[in-house]
């Protein structure tokens, strides 16, 4: 029998039904096709008898059976592989083959004969080229590989979602190294950005280096559910960089905001540009991943002024995303609360969002005004519709046409508004749904104790206007109402001790004001109530006396 060439035979003669095992050896293989014949008898067949014939049965084993399992997620793939070795092997290796797009090895275990808890590959037994993964199985179950060892590895590695794009991982990182991966982006354009993955550095920001580029427009866009997109408006096909990460996770409150990196920036100099994105002036947090837990640690800006700061591990709170360069510091416990009250009602007043807000709420204010004076507000409208009508009349050919549909419909719309305005509940309902939509999008941010001065404030405002609305106003109900609501307020803000909570509070100062108006409330209604010539008939000259809705005499 002829195996690729290579020879082994049985000299003698077989009888009927006897049956012989020729062994030929493993290395005899190759990888494709085999070539096997087979020769029947010594050649001196002449046919003059039988034709000498023998049935064959031909069959080669794995040396080492093999399954593998493979899983390619959105941003993760992952590898079970399992290996069985029927003879011992020497300088046994396993290589995994991630895509071209796995960024870093987020987790790489191991097993023996399916027995016992997995445990992570030393780094000594994983060589990582690219994103081609070798496993040293000898270092692992011993050199050479006993007979029947069943050798487990399970991988994940994190991918980078290319988006209008396409890129290879140049040099990966394996696991339990900062990220450091190298990228060639093979096809890129000025829209192009790259998602990435649950790296084992997830959250933190990420940030290129060692660009083949000018790359001062490199950032990344953060979002309020924890993702992030790397954008490079200046690279393009064939640029190259390398991938890094902030010792910070930088979030937005709500929306999203930019970070770029500066050149300058290195293990002990963590800073970065914030600049917004969508909205300008939304809140954010920074946590800083490399100092000390129990230390203080502050983000300034680049005069040095403190924006926040926070104890290790607790994240930094900023109150808004225009400040330009900012860097994380240590920085001492601060002795009291700095913030006043107000104070992020009152911010927006310095960021983009103010023109928005005036609009918004100057609108609320005009139709309150208009309500007010209803005749008034009609005959400006009036006005303001046959001025906008006579100029539209002065377009050639369709202008007369449009004249009266424009002026008609202006005089409509305004009438409609001036009517809604009189109607004071709908148009309050109208202001508050205002403020809230416009702190849901973003435009302004208040704190917790500010909101509960607002909302105490509110209440206080509302009930007093609802409860002489209905004839139904007295100071004792007006204050069991004020009190209800501060005290829902105050628990609300409070953690711990109500009164101490409620007396550190900026709330504590609207409290007194409505408390004194309350005193003062009840000393003229007391006084009112019990004077002194309260039980003693009284004689009216010149006038009407009303007594019980009786009229008297003249």
Same mark, same amino acid.
């Given at each position: 029998?002829?195996?690729?060439?290579?020879?082994?035979?049985?000299?003698?003669?077989?009888?009927?039904?006897?049956?012989?095992?020729?062994?030929?050896?493993?290395?005899?293989?190759?990888?494709?096709?085999?070539?096997?014949?087979?020769?029947?008898?010594?050649?001196?067949?002449?046919?003059?008898?039988?034709?000498?014939?023998?049935?064959?049965?031909?069959?080669?084993?794995?040396?080492?059976?093999?399954?593998?399992?493979?899983?390619?997620?959105?941003?993760?793939?992952?590898?079970?592989?399992?290996?069985?070795?029927?003879?011992?092997?020497?300088?046994?290796?396993?290589?995994?083959?991630?895509?071209?797009?796995?960024?870093?090895?987020?987790?790489?275990?191991?097993?023996?004969?399916?027995?016992?808890?997995?445990?992570?590959?030393?780094?000594?037994?994983?060589?990582?080229?690219?994103?081609?993964?070798?496993?040293?199985?000898?270092?692992?179950?011993?050199?050479?590989?006993?007979?029947?060892?069943?050798?487990?590895?399970?991988?994940?590695?994190?991918?980078?979602?290319?988006?209008?794009?396409?890129?290879?991982?140049?040099?990966?990182?394996?696991?339990?190294?900062?990220?450091?991966?190298?990228?060639?982006?093979?096809?890129?354009?000025?829209?192009?950005?790259?998602?990435?993955?649950?790296?084992?550095?997830?959250?933190?920001?990420?940030?290129?280096?060692?660009?083949?580029?000018?790359?001062?427009?490199?950032?990344?866009?953060?979002?309020?559910?924890?993702?992030?997109?790397?954008?490079?408006?200046?690279?393009?096909? !064939?640029?190259?960089?390398?991938?890094?990460?902030?010792?910070?996770?930088?979030?937005?409150? &709500?929306?999203?905001?930019?970070?770029?990196?500066?050149?300058?920036?290195?293990?002990?100099?963590?800073?970065?540009?914030?600049?917004?994105?969508?909205?300008?002036?939304?809140?954010?947090?920074?946590?800083?991943?490399?100092?000390?837990?129990?230390?203080?640690?502050?983000?300034?800006?680049?005069?040095?002024?403190?924006?926040?700061?926070?104890?290790?591990?607790?994240?930094?709170?900023?109150?808004?995303?225009?400040?330009?360069?900012?860097?994380?510091?240590?920085?001492?416990?601060?002795?009291?609360?700095?913030?006043?009250?107000?104070?992020?009602?009152?911010?927006?007043?310095?960021?983009?969002?103010?023109?928005?807000?005036?609009?918004?709420? !100057?609108?609320?204010?005009?139709?309150?005004?208009?309500?007010? &004076?209803?005749?008034?507000?009609?005959?400006?409208?009036?006005?303001?519709?046959?001025?906008?009508?006579?100029?539209?009349?002065?377009?050639?050919?369709?202008?007369?046409?449009?004249?009266?549909?424009?002026?008609?419909?202006?005089?409509?719309?305004?009438?409609?508004?001036?009517?809604?305005?009189?109607?004071?509940?709908?148009?309050?309902?109208?202001?508050?749904?205002?403020?809230?939509?416009?702190?849901?999008?973003?435009?302004?941010?208040?704190?917790?104790?500010?909101?509960?001065?607002?909302?105490?404030?509110?209440?206080?405002?509302?009930?007093?206007?609802?409860?002489?609305?209905?004839?139904?106003?007295?100071?004792?109900?007006?204050?069991?109402?004020?009190?209800?609501?501060?005290?829902?307020?105050?628990?609300?803000?409070?953690?711990?001790?109500?009164?101490?909570?409620?007396?550190?509070?900026?709330?504590?100062?609207?409290?007194?004001?409505?408390?004194?108006?309350?005193?003062?409330?009840?000393?003229?209604?007391?006084?009112?109530?019990?004077?002194?010539?309260?039980?003693?008939?009284?004689?009216?000259?010149?006038?009407?006396?009303?007594?019980?809705?009786?009229?008297?005499?003249?």
């Amino acid at each position: 029998m002829d195996v690729n060439g290579n020879t082994v035979s049985h000299s003698g003669t077989l009888a009927d039904g006897e049956t012989v095992s020729l062994d030929a050896d493993p290395s005899w293989l190759r990888d494709g096709q085999n070539n096997v014949t087979v020769h029947v008898g010594d050649g001196s067949y002449s046919g003059d008898g039988p034709e000498p014939q023998v049935d064959v049965e031909y069959r080669h084993d794995l040396e080492s059976p093999r399954t593998v399992d493979y899983e390619s997620e959105a941003l993760s793939e992952r590898y079970n592989i399992s290996k069985t070795y029927t003879t011992p092997r020497a300088n046994a290796t396993l290589t995994v083959p991630h895509a071209r797009t796995v960024l870093s090895m987020r987790a790489l275990d191991y097993r023996l004969n399916e027995t016992g808890s997995w445990s992570s590959v030393p780094q000594s037994a994983a060589n990582l080229s690219g994103t081609t993964l070798d496993i040293d199985v000898s270092a692992l179950a011993g050199d050479p590989v006993p007979e029947g060892t069943t050798v487990e590895v399970r991988s994940t590695g994190s991918r980078v979602d290319a988006h209008d794009s396409e890129i290879s991982v140049v040099r990966a990182t394996p696991v339990g190294f900062d990220m450091d991966s190298r990228i060639r982006l093979d096809s890129w354009n000025s829209g192009s950005y790259l998602e990435v993955g649950e790296t084992p550095q997830s959250g933190l920001v990420y940030y290129g280096e060692n660009e083949s580029y000018s790359a001062e427009s490199d950032y990344v866009e953060l979002y309020s559910d924890g993702s992030q997109q790397f954008y490079a408006p200046n690279a393009s096909s !064939g640029s190259r960089l390398t991938l890094n990460t902030l010792s910070a996770r930088v979030s937005p409150e &709500r929306n999203s905001m930019r970070v770029r990196v500066p050149e300058s920036v290195n293990a002990t100099n963590t800073e970065f540009v914030v600049e917004p994105a969508s909205v300008v002036g939304d809140s954010w947090t920074a946590e800083y991943v490399a100092g000390t837990d129990g230390q203080w640690y502050a983000v300034v800006d680049g005069s040095g002024n403190e924006l926040g700061s926070a104890e290790k591990p607790d994240a930094i709170e900023v109150s808004r995303d225009d400040v330009g360069l900012v860097s994380i510091v240590p920085t001492e416990e601060p002795s009291q609360s700095t913030d006043g009250p107000g104070g992020g009602i009152f911010a927006a007043a310095t960021t983009g969002n103010l023109p928005s807000l005036i609009v918004l709420f !100057g609108s609320v204010g005009m139709l309150f005004v208009a309500g007010t &004076r209803p005749e008034s507000s009609r005959e400006a409208v009036e006005r303001f519709a046959g001025s906008v009508g006579g100029l539209v009349g002065r377009v050639p050919r369709i202008g007369g046409a449009l004249e009266s549909a424009v002026e008609g419909g202006l005089s409509s719309a305004g009438s409609g508004l001036v009517t809604v305005g009189e109607n004071r509940l709908l148009t309050g309902a109208i202001g508050v749904a205002v403020a809230v939509a416009a702190n849901e999008a973003g435009l302004y941010s208040i704190g917790p104790e500010t909101g509960a001065i607002l909302a105490v404030g509110g209440i206080a405002v509302g009930s007093l206007f609802l409860l002489r609305e209905a004839d139904e106003f007295t100071t004792a109900r007006w204050i069991a109402i004020v009190a209800v609501a501060g005290v829902v307020a105050l628990q609300g803000l409070g953690e711990g001790d109500l009164l101490a909570e409620f007396v550190n509070s900026d709330a504590f100062l609207i409290a007194i004001l409505i408390g004194g108006y309350a005193v003062i409330q009840l000393v003229r209604e007391y006084r009112a109530n019990n004077g002194p010539d309260d039980d003693r008939p009284q004689v009216i000259v010149g006038g009407r006396f009303r007594d019980s809705g009786d009229e008297g005499s003249d």
